[in-house]
């Protein structure tokens, strides 16, 4: 079992709507949670994160964690053709810096 | 100001040939991660410096696969006698680890695009 469950999609959706991604993991040792957002051949770039449970908003971005059952999700409001992007989920330890673990990424298109 | 950078963007190369692959670093950031990224797959962690050292390289694939970092700036990823599986895009990050502060902002590079043939 991957440390990081995500669905690799393809996730269509118009011009507008709310979108949802999802991850889950496994390990009740992660403390903080990232989604990072990729556009094609290009580097990740960190969209926001949030250390433990609870939610966190960033504009058209809610980030929400639940650590009981271990489910980290984005949601993105008045979605945009510019957010079309694979957005990737990860973790990190409760340590200082180190590796992130990644969920597989799932890639979102938005239709004008 | 410069972000991370990375040579050469793309690499084909026959199989059982060494490549070197090269990682900019932004300015002044102490910690630097080379991932790695295959068709359809997430991100799979290579190996972590902080300065000149390497506190966890556990991502590393085989003994085929080294890396080093000198100056606490630039790192070089080498990978002796490729093989196809090695075939991915290699991204290299880097961050500003801090006591006390959020130290997971990894600032990415575009990846090298490495084929081996």
């Known amino acids: 079992q991957k440390e990081v469950e995500q669905d690799p999609g393809p996730l269509s959706v118009p011009e507008g709507a709310i979108v949802s991604l999802n991850c889950t993991y496994s390990n009740s040792a992660f403390q903080y949670f990232m989604w990072y957002r990729q556009y094609s051949r290009k580097g990740p770039e960190l969209l926001m994160y949030?250390?433990?449970?609870g939610n966190k908003e960033d504009g058209r971005f809610t980030a929400q964690v639940d650590k009981s059952s271990k489910y980290i999700s984005l949601f993105i409001r008045d979605s945009q053709p510019s957010d079309s992007a694979t957005y990737l989920c990860?973790?990190?330890?409760?340590?200082?810096?180190?590796?992130?673990?990644f969920g597989q990424g799932t890639e979102l298109s938005v239709k004008p | 100001g410069a972000g991370v950078s990375q040579s050469p963007s793309n690499k084909v190369t026959e199989k059982g040939k060494d490549v070197e692959l090269r990682c900019d670093p932004i300015?002044?950031?102490?910690?630097l991660y080379w991932y790695r990224q295959s068709l359809g797959q997430g991100l799979e962690f290579l190996i972590y410096f902080q300065g000149n050292s390497a506190p966890d390289k556990s991502g590393l694939p085989s003994d085929r696969f080294s890396a080093e970092r000198t100056g606490g700036s630039v790192s070089t990823l080498t990978i002796q006698r490729t093989q196809q599986e090695d075939s991915a895009v290699y991204l290299c990050?880097?961050?500003?680890?801090?006591?006390?502060?959020?130290?997971?902002?990894?600032?990415f590079g575009p990846g090298t695009r490495l084929t081996v043939t």
């Open positions: 949030t250390y433990s449970s």
């Open positions: 990050a880097s961050s500003l680890v801090r006591l006390g502060a959020f130290s997971y902002e990894q600032y």
């Open positions: 300015s002044g950031h102490t910690a």
């Open positions: 990860a973790v990190g330890p409760g340590n200082q810096g180190g590796k992130l673990i």
